[in-house]
């Protein structure tokens, strides 16, 4: 059975909260810190598959995780508008964090050192006609 290849065009933006000396000391460029690439695993008509996002990210600099809580900032998808026949299968995963007290919130946070994997399931339906497509959307995150 001939499969369904995703292409992926992922715009990344930079949400930064500038809270204490820390915080705005890493302004200057800190959308550099991490670099991300995207891939998609192929997806026949009626069957799941994934969009991976991995960042790698510059050494001393952490990522704040998925499910950091507020007024943490963390990762985020967010898929513009779904091709003919995709859509999401379910909710944005992520690689085993690290967990540790932030001093510019005064609380315990998620975050990532080094690199982090997010994972988008998405889905072909069952009449999906084969060829490529393209995924447009935009990654939030904080460093």
Known sequence: MSALRTLIGLTS???LI???GDALA???GSASKVNWSVSA???APGET???TLTASIEEGWKMYAVDSPPPSRG???EVGSWPDGLSRAGPVEQSEPKRGY???FDKEVSYFTNSATIRVPLSAEQGARLGERTIEGSVTFMV
């Open 75 to 77: 990762v985020s998808v």
């Open 102 to 104: 932030d001093p510019n």
């Open 26 to 28: 890493q302004q200057g």
């Open 18 to 20: 500038s809270l204490g």
């Open 13 to 15: 933006l930079l949400l």
């Open 49 to 51: 598959g994934v969009l």
């Open 41 to 43: 695993s192929d997806v």
